[in-house]
């Protein structure tokens, strides 16, 4: 990974990052939910988060996906993948920090989309929240989630529907 962040400001910060997987499992596909015994991905990534006014931060995501998939579940074929993955998450704090002890509370927009390179296959969700400062590392949220995206790489939340997070 290699990180950026501008020594004449705090508003800004970006990361890249290269990443190699690679898993393996000997009871052919039990513990994957794909039947792939012998599953690598390469992942290439890019992040920026910008904080354009106090109490404001947006965030952008783009990554691509190589995968290459082999398994007796897959009848011994080899497949392969390649995706992309954009995402944006928006927040902004409801009340000025200086004032009161709800001081942390923010509203959260979140959303990612996930096509394959054959633009056959495109799959999302969104997700608005409010979100509650609990402590300086702690922190409460809920919302609802739109959209049937589920991926382990990019988007491990749960089924659309309300949740919440501790």
Do not use: C
């Not at 039990?30 to 006014?53: E, M, Y």
């Not at 969104?126 to 739109?146: C, D, H, M, N, W």
């Amino acid at each position: 990974g290699l990180a950026w962040r501008p020594t004449w400001t705090q508003g800004v910060n970006a990361l890249a990052k290269l990443e190699w997987r690679r898993g393996i499992s000997p009871l052919t596909g039990v513990l994957g939910d794909d039947g792939a015994t012998d599953d690598r991905r390469f992942i290439g990534s890019g992040d920026v988060v910008w904080q354009p006014r106090a109490r404001t931060e947006l965030a952008a995501r783009y990554a691509v996906r190589w995968t290459q998939a082999e398994g007796a579940m897959l009848g011994d074929a080899t497949l392969r993948s390649f995706a992309h993955f954009a995402g944006l998450r928006m927040e902004r704090g409801l009340l000025d920090e200086d004032r009161g002890t709800l001081s942390s509370v923010r509203a959260r927009v979140d959303s990612r989309l996930l096509v394959d390179a054959e633009g056959r296959n495109a799959r999302w969700n969104v997700a608005p929240s409010l979100a509650l400062g609990i402590g300086p590392q702690l922190e409460l949220e809920a919302g609802y989630r739109f959209g049937d995206l589920r991926d382990a790489d990019f988007s491990n939340a749960a089924d659309g529907g309300f949740f919440a997070t501790l």
